[in-house]
């Protein structure tokens, strides 16, 4: 990107391979998923930081192949497999180039180990939506025996928290803008699945809730602060159905509405994640979302699949040469 705009601006490039920090490694991609805050960024919405933010490279995260290591890094070797998000890789803070990339470059610190024998394309369609599941899953106490709610399920975040509450024990009703995502969010193991339509009209009924993953915010949020038990907790990890909100500050002596944002991401919180994630995966009861494969030369048409709300699960860039 050298400016803000519609998804044409996403243009591929060459460019000189900058020299490796002591403390770095560089990856070759494998596969860089696409997120719904790098919409906001190409438009402008959110601004890039720093006073010559172009020319930008996007993407949140990467899962690679390291094939070169600083001289002070001891965590890994070349030949393993890797991933990174945030922690300025990218995003707005862009303290180094992001994901949309044949290879990035990134401290060793910020990166977590990916094991050999998972797929790699599970990685990566779990990656970034995984860890914010599953951080603001925590904030829910434990899942085990419990009826939790996911909403924008189909999307991204929604369809990894969906494996990842599972993973946990929970029973998980899935929150979704179409009828015809039900059949999609039931096979990665919702017990039950609504439509936002629905929940306008009560759906959900009152108090039914042990606590609730919202992605989305929006028009919906008075019904779903409403469907929460006393005692339960919504964390809110986006907002798709935007940030301004209305709700009866009455369910506010019972109830407890918190957030949790992958701004504050550390090395360590990468790894915890991961490691679950790696173990959910090789134990099968943790399900990927679907995911759709585009090029990386075709960037700006994934932006506008995603833009349209065209695909379920998330979308990957691959470096395909052709």
Not at 146 to 162: D, Y
Request: glycine share 12%; with cysteine; aromatic share 6%.
């Amino acid at each position: 990107m050298r400016q803000y705009g519609p998804a044409s601006v996403l243009r591929l490039e060459r460019v000189t391979l900058p020299a490796l920090a002591p403390d770095a490694i560089r990856v070759r991609s494998l596969a860089s998923a696409v997120n719904h805050s790098d919409l906001e960024i190409r438009t402008g919405n959110w601004r890039i930081r720093g006073q010559n933010p172009f020319p930008y490279v996007p993407g949140l995260e990467v899962v690679g192949e390291v094939i070169e290591v600083g001289a002070g890094v001891s965590d890994f070797r070349i030949g393993d497999r890797v991933i990174t998000m945030m922690q300025g890789f990218g995003g707005v803070r862009a303290e180094r180039p992001g994901g949309y990339a044949a290879y990035a470059v990134m401290p060793a610190a910020t990166a977590a180990p990916v094991p050999a024998d998972l797929d790699v394309y599970d990685v990566a369609a779990l990656g970034l939506a995984s860890v914010t599941a599953f951080e603001g899953l925590r904030k829910l106490g434990p899942l085990d025996g419990r009826r939790i709610a996911v909403t924008g399920a189909a999307g991204g975040v929604g369809s990894a928290a969906i494996g990842v509450a599972r993973a946990q024990g929970a029973d998980v009703v899935a929150i979704v803008s179409r009828a015809s995502q039900a059949d999609y969010v039931s096979a990665l193991g919702a017990v039950d699945a609504v439509t936002a339509d629905a929940i306008a009209v009560g759906a959900l009924g009152e108090a039914s809730l042990d606590g609730i993953l919202d992605t989305v915010a929006g028009a919906g949020f008075g019904a779903y602060v409403a469907a929460l038990r006393p005692g339960a907790t919504l964390c809110l990890v986006g907002s798709a159905g935007g940030h301004h909100v209305t709700f009866d500050t009455d369910y506010l002596y019972n109830v407890t509405l918190t957030g949790y944002s992958t701004e504050g991401l550390d090395g360590t919180a990468l790894r915890r994640a991961m490691a679950f994630v790696s173990d959910g995966l090789r134990r099968g009861d943790l399900t990927p979302p679907a995911r759709t494969l585009f090029a990386l030369r075709d960037a700006a048409a994934a932006h506008e699949a995603l833009e349209r709300h065209g695909v379920q699960g998330r979308i990957l860039l691959v470096p395909l040469e052709s």
